[in-house]
């Protein structure tokens, strides 16, 4: 097998050696103002636009939340969040969670829920953390564009806690608000830099699927619920 | 056996011919369309989009060894093992060589339509390992013991009422009609199987150069489980998949999202770099890249048709294509289905042999029309006959179209012509949708129609001299 790589590394060098023509289809060539020198513009030309202040990323961020069926929840207060985060974990029996300042800070809420705190941080039974009512994390950033929450494995709880229980509850500070995906992976780049956590995922919904005549389901493989509180 | 030609021509006659297909094809795709057009208008510009989409895979792949060999550096230098695969023979070797160095009992799988090219379910299955799809639609047609109907969709041919029957046959569960109970019947077998299992088998939706990363779309959250739980993930790309950078991300996640099932963005978009790093606290402890060629260096070898290479497998040509909606994705008889299968699939499997699927082309131009990254899919489809008559003339053809240029090129010869055929169709009907019919290729499931009783030349030169 070792000289496969030469193999294949020969064959793109051989087939290479000819040059490809640019196809450019007649249909639409011209109309939307690009020339095909082109590199100068961004994907921020063609994309959605987002809107330039943080009330309009809130604003942004809802209405994709509404689309998405995610609950997406404001506080202007930790204590509010809090007392929503106690509300919603009443009846539950043990949820996965993992150690980060924003969470340490409503762990009271869970307590006074009465719920059992399953930490990921030292090693988990997965049976045990599929069996909890909902995995609670941080995350790195919340993408206003497309209503999406990227987490990581190294500093979100590991790879299993955001997918394998039933209800994700995502907790986000205000700061982490970002307008769009290439603001979300700037920030990944600067902050990871040349030693990236081994999985990063953007989360955009709850887990859904439309394999049985394109009809919607939510819950497929992972969670039927996705709740989202922006704290401060 | 049969071969491919006259396996699609009789799968296409009946597939056209099947009226409920049809209906439950066009009611899958036409909410498609509306939540394509809706996230496409909210773009400031699609086109523009699609252009820059475009520039950055002809980047990519006229510069595939450059950006193979960092790709394949920088994910090294985390821990991920690599197989340079030049076919699918050595893919289905590595494969199974990891699966049994590491005593593997059970392997999930999530979606990847590159491990159909090599039949890799079969392959392990053979030796003796259980392998479960967990994508909804694939694990359906696991269970039917069919192939994938469609790239991005692999039940769409199957009503509810069909699933739960093969449900109830093969898993025991109680008769439902709600697509709900359904998929929850799945879920939950589904879960014991990523508990047990103790490898992941993933395909990759894009290849990162600048970070050694690989990005997995998908909507469900098996994906993500898959390379979460089992000790071991497997990784299937074929070598076109690469970017050259993270940011290149931020146009292709929502491009393949708002084609592929017309979304904004699908609902997990994972980048995977490289086995458990230190400090963390889950994942496996190998990952494995299977870097697969099986034959896409001979498009690269094509420059008329290299953009091929930029297809990011969507299935938007497909979801549009006129023949693909008539006959369905089974008539194909390849892994890859629609207008992007009938271009690649004589570079993947002979031209000869799979030619025929150039010709079952309207040419309309929807598919090149739609393709984000702009691949010429229609002309290829043109490119694609040519070479094949160019290689290995037929003589009937050659006959024939000699005979027709000469016809075109004698008007005393055409308008002689024109004359027996208005005799000839008087005797028609006697023949008509017989097997001695001249013309029962059309007839047999078309009228045909009457010549004019007089020709164009012979009405303007009675106008004139009216006039």
Not at chain 1, 128 to 139: F, H, K, N, P, R
Not at chain 2, 289 to 301: Q, S
Request: charged residues 25%.
């Amino acid at each position: 097998m070792s000289n496969g790589r030469e193999i294949i590394l020969g064959r793109i060098r051989e087939a290479l050696q000819k040059p490809a023509p640019k196809h450019h289809s007649p249909t639409e060539s011209s109309g939307h103002g690009h020339d095909s020198t082109g590199h100068d513009s961004t994907v921020r030309d063609w994309l959605p636009t987002v809107g330039p202040t943080f009330k309009d990323h809130v604003e942004l961020f809802r209405k994709n939340s509404e689309a998405l069926k995610t609950e997406f929840l404001v506080f202007d207060s930790l204590a509010e969040a809090g007392s929503a985060l106690t509300k919603l974990a009443t009846g539950w029996k043990m949820v996965g969670i993992h150690r980060n300042p924003v969470l340490e800070s409503l762990r009271p809420a869970l307590e006074n829920a009465g719920v059992r705190l399953l930490f990921t941080d030292n090693g988990y039974e997965k049976a045990e953390l599929a069996a909890c009512d909902a995995g609670i994390t941080s995350c790195e950033c919340l993408i206003a564009q497309t209503g999406s929450a990227l987490v990581t494995a190294s500093t979100c709880g590991g790879r299993s806690l955001s997918v394998l229980p039933p209800h994700h509850i995502l907790i986000a500070r205000r700061e982490q608000l970002v307008p769009d995906l290439q603001a979300a992976l700037a920030f990944a780049k600067q902050k990871f830099g040349g030693s990236y956590p081994s999985m990063m995922s953007f989360i955009t919904g709850p887990s859904r699927t439309g394999d049985i005549e394109r009809i919607l389901v939510l819950g497929a493989h992972g969670p039927k619920n996705l709740t989202i509180f922006l704290v401060p | 056996m049969s071969s491919p030609v006259q396996e699609f021509k009789s799968m296409a006659k009946r597939y056209s011919a099947d009226l409920r297909h049809r209906g439950l094809i066009q009611k899958a795709l036409s909410g498609y369309y509306v939540k394509r057009d809706e996230n496409k208008a909210r773009y400031q510009s699609w086109q523009g989009a699609r252009e820059m989409a475009s520039e950055i895979k002809y980047e990519a792949v006229n510069h595939l060894d450059k950006y193979l060999l960092e790709f394949v550096q920088k994910t090294e230098a985390r821990g991920t093992k690599v197989h340079w695969c030049p076919d699918g023979a050595a893919a289905r070797d590595a494969i199974l060589k990891i699966a049994e160095e590491n005593e593997v009992r059970s392997i999930i799988k999530s979606k990847s339509m590159t491990t159909e090219e090599f039949h890799l379910n079969h392959a392990l299955e053979e030796k003796g390992f259980g392998v479960f799809e967990s994508d909804l639609g694939e694990y359906i047609v696991q269970l039917r013991h069919e192939p994938p109907y469609h790239l991005v969709f692999p039940a769409m041919h199957l009503t509810r009422g069909q699933i739960s029957d093969l449900f109830e046959k093969e898993l025991g569960s109680q008769p439902t009609d709600s697509p709900e109970e359904l998929t929850m019947i799945a879920r939950r077998v589904m879960r014991e199987k990523f508990c047990e299992a103790d490898m992941g088998i993933s395909g990759a939706n894009f290849a990162i150069a600048e970070t050694g990363m690989i990005s997995i779309t998908e909507n469900e959250g098996n994906a993500r489980l898959t390379t979460s739980l089992p000790r071991i993930h497997v990784a299937v790309m074929g070598i076109e998949k690469l970017l050259p950078n993270l940011e290149d991300l931020a146009l292709f996640l929502p491009m393949l999202a708002t084609s592929g099932a017309g979304q904004a963005l699908t609902c997990y978009n994972t980048m995977y770099g490289g086995p458990r790093q230190p400090g963390e606290i889950d994942g496996p402890e190998q990952f494995h890249i299977i870097l697969l060629d099986n034959r896409r260096t001979e498009i690269l070898a094509d420059p008329e048709q290299r953009d091929a290479l930029h297809c990011i497998r969507c299935g938007a040509c497909l979801n549009v294509c006129p023949i693909f909606k008539n006959v369905g994705g089974h008539s194909y008889g390849t892994t890859y289905q629609g207008p992007i299968g009938s271009v690649i699939t004589p570079h993947l499997r002979g031209l000869q042999d799979w030619k025929h699927l150039s010709g079952a082309s309207s040419l309309c131009g929807a598919c090149t029309e739609t393709c984000p990254v702009k691949i010429d899919l229609h002309h290829h489809l043109l490119r694609n006959r040519r070479n094949a008559a160019k290689e290995k003339p037929v003589w009937w053809e050659r006959i024939a179209f000699s005979g027709f240029v000469m016809l075109m090129k004698n008007p005393a010869l055409y308008s002689l012509s024109l004359k027996l055929g208005r005799i000839g169709q008087i005797f028609h009907p006697l023949v008509d949708r017989t097997p001695l019919d001249p013309l029962i290729a059309w007839t047999r499931s078309r009228t045909f129609p009457n010549l004019a009783p007089k020709s164009f030349h012979q009405l303007w030169a009675e106008k004139k001299k009216k006039s």
